[in-house]
């Protein structure tokens, strides 16, 4: 199929987004080029609200053929958390027919060279983006996100972090100039003169092994990180959320035809019911970047195992808050409340472990104790959930069976400060819907221990009742560097304790929000801004999106010879 698009057009179209994303990522200020607003969207040949809905409509009982080669089979069965069967089927790939058909289109892809790659990868941001509310839709049912989380985490947070990975991409790719001439001095006798040239080249094929909960946001960065270094990307949904990212292949393979380039660079790898290949794909020799969101198990094993591989993980951590003392009692209390109810609990961010001093805590209305911090607290966790309809909106479903299963146990465990109630969602009569439970557990004894040192991934929280802040300080830290963390929240009034916080978080390399009142949120991250994840303890190897996330994507060779 002859080129539509030419590399200088998409050049001149997405180059100053290129430009504005290097500048976000310079300065750390806040900027996004993908609407927040549901409403902004269906101008300039985008999908609007209700186009967006009849497109995802349209896409139930469908097979999405991808034209891939290799495919041998057509699987499907995700069925959405709210109940709805959605019956695509996707293409099951012979891997041995399916590699060698990615490897042959990443010659042309190397030559073509990092503008080139970065300018194709926006276009292909830019055709998801027009679509962010068909894509909402696809992310909701996939992954049980409530509607407007779905929009904006699934569209264009997801789409910022894409974009993100470019920009890093693009950077550490031109930090070596095309060529050089190198001269050296020899006295009297003449000079020595080469000519240099030197090439970012791909490690080889990625693979992207895609999560249940945030299919786009967490498979973005690694996707494109990937592409734009020059490596095709193989991209293997987890099996209940395939479609958000079935769709985005779809896209990202009619855009290189489009710009001349092989389709086959980007690929889907679906697998049947109870298949699991990504371990079989991960192990594979032509796959030489893993990128991976998951349970702590399965990314020890790939990190173990796939030794031929640059393995970049996400896995899990016990997120803790160190609650001192608040200049704004209610404000905390609304702020902690809102980061436990946000998508049932069921983010990598979402606080675990609330550890608040048994002699209780300084406040702008006055002391309050242990028993009542945590009783406030669910409180304002019943005041924000009280109403159905607003619940659901926060709430979204549960994932899966595991997590409902993790919610009813945790009431075992201790006593319980707040119940979990059951929401019916008149929409969605199948949704599991349920409210978060608090539990306190006292820091001082070794029978707690093994639950709040444990990741409880859902809407469970322990209030822990320690000693002192030094008490608390000190389990902060053995929280961190043996379990891990992707965030770390605190609040305090008394800068000895800030200090004392923000060096265990230094020293152990965990992400740190302090006294957040507002409409901030521990367990949300902006993307060209802030660091998700740190890469230096057990909770992930990687950051998204910092310049080791995408340097070791490719390599340089030289060649040189004489002037």
């Not at 209390?333 to 300084?362: E, H, K, V």
Request: contains cysteine; negative net charge.
């Amino acid at each position: 199929m002859a080129a539509e698009l030419t590399v200088h057009d998409l050049i001149a179209k997405h180059r100053p987004t290129l430009d504005q994303a290097l500048e976000a990522i310079r300065t750390r200020a806040y900027w996004s080029p993908h609407p927040e607003h549901p409403k902004a969207y269906g101008e300039n040949g985008g999908l609007d609200m209700a186009a967006g809905k009849a497109a995802f409509d349209a896409l139930l009982g469908t097979r999405l053929d991808l034209d891939q080669p290799g495919t041998d089979d057509w699987v499907g069965g995700e069925v959405s958390p709210y109940g709805i069967d959605l019956g695509v089927t996707y293409p099951h790939a012979d891997v041995d027919v399916l590699l060698p058909a990615m490897k042959a289109g990443q010659r042309a892809w190397r030559d073509a060279g990092a503008e080139a790659r970065a300018v194709v990868c926006l276009e292909i941001l830019k055709r998801i983006s027009d679509r962010t509310h068909e894509f909402a839709h696809a992310v909701m049912h996939t992954s049980g996100q409530a509607f407007m989380m779905a929009f904006q985490a699934g569209g264009p947070h997801a789409q910022d972090r894409g974009l993100e990975a470019v920009a890093y991409a693009y950077v550490e790719q031109i930090r070596t100039p095309d060529t050089a001439e190198w001269t050296k001095p020899q006295g009297k006798r003449d000079p020595l003169a080469l000519t240099k040239r030197f090439t970012p080249v791909p490690r080889g094929i990625g693979l992207v092994i895609g999560c249940n909960t945030f299919p786009t946001w967490n498979g973005y960065p690694g996707l494109f990180a990937s592409l734009a270094t020059g490596n095709a990307v193989l991209v293997k949904p987890h099996p209940r959320a395939v479609l958000p990212l079935a769709l985005t292949v779809r896209v990202a393979r009619q855009v290189l035809i489009e710009a001349g380039f092989d389709p086959n660079l980007v690929a889907l790898a679906a697998e049947r019911p109870g298949e699991g290949i990504a371990k079989t794909l991960a192990t594979r020799p032509e796959i030489r970047i893993i990128d991976y969101t998951g349970s702590t198990a399965f990314g020890d094993w790939l990190e173990a195992n796939a030794r031929q591989a640059q393995v970049y993980t996400e896995k899990a951590g016990v997120n803790t808050v160190l609650v001192q003392s608040t200049g704004d009692y209610q404000g905390m209390l609304a702020n902690l409340a809102f980061s436990l109810s946000l998508y049932s609990g069921q983010m990598c961010t979402t606080p675990q472990n609330l550890l608040i001093p048994r002699d209780g805590i300084r406040t702008d209305e006055g002391p309050r104790t242990f028993d009542e911090v945590v009783t406030d607290l669910a409180r304002s966790v019943e005041g924000l959930l009280g109403d159905d309809a607003r619940a659901n909106a926060l709430l979204g479903a549960l994932v899966n069976p595991d997590v409902k299963a993790r919610l009813e146990a945790a009431s075992g465990l201790g006593e319980v400060a707040l119940a979990s109630r059951e929401v019916s969602n008149p929409e969605f009569p199948g949704a599991v819907v349920r409210t978060p439970v608090i539990v306190t557990l006292d820091g001082a004894k070794p029978d707690d221990e093994a639950a709040y040192m444990s990741e409880c991934f859902g809407p469970v929280s322990f209030a822990v009742a320690v000693d002192s802040t030094a008490h608390a300080t000190e389990l902060l830290r053995r929280t961190i560097r043996e379990k891990g963390a992707m965030t770390v929240g605190a609040y305090t009034t008394d800068e000895e304790v800030e200090q004392a916080v923000q060096e265990v978080c230094l020293e152990e390399a965990a992400q740190l929000s302090l006294n957040l009142t507002g409409g901030v949120y521990v367990n949300q991250t902006a993307a060209f801004s802030d660091f998700h994840g740190s890469g230096g303890n057990p909770a992930a190897n990687a950051a998204l999106t910092d310049a080791a996330f995408v340097a070791n994507r490719f390599r340089v060779v030289e060649v040189r010879r004489e002037a």
